[in-house]
């Protein structure tokens, strides 16, 4: 494999259909819970709290350029400190990969395959991921790469073709009318956004990695822009109130929506196999993350004997919420907590490396490419 092979073009990519995942159905709901009428807003809010984690991880990248975090984190706080918060990590992307498994298999027994077990569901998910995983990071970001038109354009025609249905006054006022638990609310929105830690280890192999930025921004806005279009439908189209009581708002907006002359009454067969594609892209990433992230820590230089060694640990912690509501409540509590690993980490390794000097070197020989 050729050092520094990967495109800000590639790069983008993965940012963006990694953080396009199963949260995609319940947004509108989270953001209408808090803020009534401003769910719009309160989403933006969310985004931009969501892009800081994303801006301190790139900056981190760029300065240690030849290291993912795993790696530069032991040089700035040491050895050991750095192996047990990096051990959280790990902790905390496995059962990342574990919930959206879960929330996957919720939805296919519920929408699609009623009469399937949810086991069945999630083990074939994650069984699909543990293979691919295996690959070298060339195929990782070509398959990001691959994917996101098929999630985007999708996304966005559904949004389109459903605003003829909606109510500007659903989105009034702006602001919303009642306000519940903003900050949390808040914080579960960002924590959307906090799978863009896989940038960590894509800054290494980009062929410019000052241009992580530029990746940066367009991964976070492509991202941003379709969940926030999907509220703003959502809203418009069902209204606060009746949201409250959707389980998956997301899915019953393509259910109302059609394309013109009738050439499909309903779309949601067509969005369940976008949304599918989501959910695999970020199982990929969430599950790469943290099989190579314990591949760098114990200095291994093959990765791939974790993909089914970590597969029955993540089958049976995705089993452990016994319903639906439980498995949500789990959910933002893993998000809410996680955030202080993907946004507090990052801040804290930042100050140190600015407060002790410490930057990697852009001209060094490529083992540490080899070992990634």
């Known amino acids: 494999m050729e050092a520094r092979q990967i495109t800000m073009v590639q790069a983008a990519a993965v940012i963006a259909s990694t953080i396009i995942g199963v949260g995609v159905l319940e947004l509108p709901r989270l953001s209408v819970n808090a803020m009534d009428s401003g769910a719009p807003l309160f989403t933006l809010i969310g985004a931009l709290i969501g892009l800081v984690g994303l801006i301190l991880t790139t900056v981190l990248g ?34 990342l990969t574990a919930l959206a498994s879960r929330e996957f298999g919720e939805v296919v027994v519920t929408s699609v395959l009623k009469r399937t077990p949810l086991e069945v569901t999630v083990i074939m998910m994650l069984l699909l991921a543990a293979v691919i995983v295996r690959t070298d990071i060339a195929t990782f970001t070509s398959v990001h790469l691959f994917y996101l038109p098929f999630m985007f354009v999708p996304g966005i025609a559904i ?6 249905n909606g109510f500007a006054l659903n989105l009034l006022p702006i602001w919303g009318n009642e306000h519940h638990q903003i900050f949390s609310g808040l914080l579960t929105i960002a924590a959307l956004f906090q799978c863009s830690f896989v940038i960590t280890l894509i800054i290494p192999f980009m062929r410019s990695p000052k241009r992580a930025y530029v990746s940066m921004l367009w991964g976070w806005g492509i991202s941003g822009v379709l969940y926030l279009l999907i509220v703003i ?39 369940l196999a976008v949304w599918v594609t989501a959910v695999f892209t970020t199982l990929f990433s969430t599950y790469y993350l943290t099989i190579k992230s314990i591949t760098q820590m114990f200095r291994l230089r093959d990765h791939k004997m974790f993909s089914y060694f970590l597969l029955p640990f993540i089958f049976l912690s995705a089993m452990l919420p016994q319903s639906v509501l439980q498995m949500y ?18 801040c804290l390794l930042l100050m140190l490396a600015m407060i002790r000097k410490k930057r990697g070197e852009e001209n060094v020989g490529s083992d540490h490419q080899k070992n990634l």
């Open 62 to 95: 760029v300065r240690f350029p030849r290291k993912s975090l795993i790696q530069y984190s032991e040089d700035i706080i040491g050895r050991w400190l750095a192996l047990v918060i990096n051990m959280a990590l790990v902790v905390f992307f496995s059962i």
């Open 159 to 164: 949004v389109i073709f459903s605003l003829k």
């Open 233 to 271: 439908a959502a809203v418009a189209v069902f209204g606060p109130e009746e949201i409250k009581v959707l389980m998956w708002p997301t899915l019953e907006l393509a259910k109302t929506t059609a394309l013109p002359a009738n050439i499909l009454e309903r779309l949601d067969a067509a969005f």
């Open 329 to 346: 409540d789990y959910i933002d509590i893993v998000g809410q907590t996680g955030l202080i690993l993907t946004v507090g980490y990052p």
